[in-house]
């Protein structure tokens, strides 16, 4: 008597279908666990590096001659590029937030979200973001350079020390002039938006002048003065450290050049987010009556 076909659904699972699932965890983890190591080495090299960097910094600073030149490549030659740009995000806020408030009459306090928008956040971020883009490239690719021409080996050969001498000057530029650079697109992004706001949209410069003059205090300016000082020294620590750790070859300094811009504009976020929650912690401490008010 022959037997009916036997059943797929009670065959046994293929050959081999556990190991393929232990292979497949197993990759997944050491990946993941590459990426942690990757991350923490990173994180290590780059305290490492700000640590000696400081220790440079309080213990003797560089000669005038070699801060002089750094300071003008960072400092005057941003300008122009931080005005330009200042003045036509200034112009865009006037362009996108007018709608909204024609809607519910309010357009005269433009003026107090537009400024208020620029000494807060959008001054310094784009303040920072120019100098990350023009002047943290530059950093890396100038640093990775050197070190690929062994010209970071033959300073420390001579008897001097590379930090001391390449990032110090630039981390102190960096520091000490983008507060000047946020400075200039506040008012540059004022100019812009008071402007666009009185000759296109046609809003009446008095209200618009005195509703920002009620609502922009200077708490409003020196947060966002204060940030940049942290953005700058990132961009400087992490543009150096890229140039320093830069792989062999014209595609390693351009990958440094890359990585050095992407890093920073993404710490400038992360920091910009926790200042940002720790100065309004300590505003609401210092006054709770006028942060009620609003």
Known sequence: MSSGPVSKTNSPLPKGFFAGIEEGVVNWIADWGAVTLDFVQAVGELTLFTLRTFAWLFGRLPKRETLLPI???VGVMS????????????MVLAVQSYFQFHQL?????????????LVRELGPVLAATMLAGRVGSAMAAELGTMRVTEQIDALSA??????????????LACVMLIPALTIMADFMGFVGGFFYSDIILGID??????????????WDVFTGIFKSFFFGATIALISCHRGFTCTPGAEGVGRAATAAFVYSFVFI??????LG???????MTLWPDHRASF
């Open 277 to 283: 929650i720790t100065l309004d912690s300590v505003y």
């Open 71 to 73: 300071f003008y490549q």
């Open 205 to 218: 410069k008095h209200h618009y002048l005195y509703n920002s003059q009620q609502f922009v205090g200077t």
């Open 158 to 171: 001579m008897g001097a020390n590379p930090i001391h001498h390449l990032v110090v000057p630039r981390f």
């Open 79 to 90: 300008l122009p590029v931080v005005a330009l740009t200042g003045t036509f995000i200034g």
């Open 105 to 117: 009459g309010l357009e005269t306090r433009l003026g107090a979200v537009i400024n208020m928008s």
């Open 269 to 274: 976020l992360i920091i910009d987010l926790v």
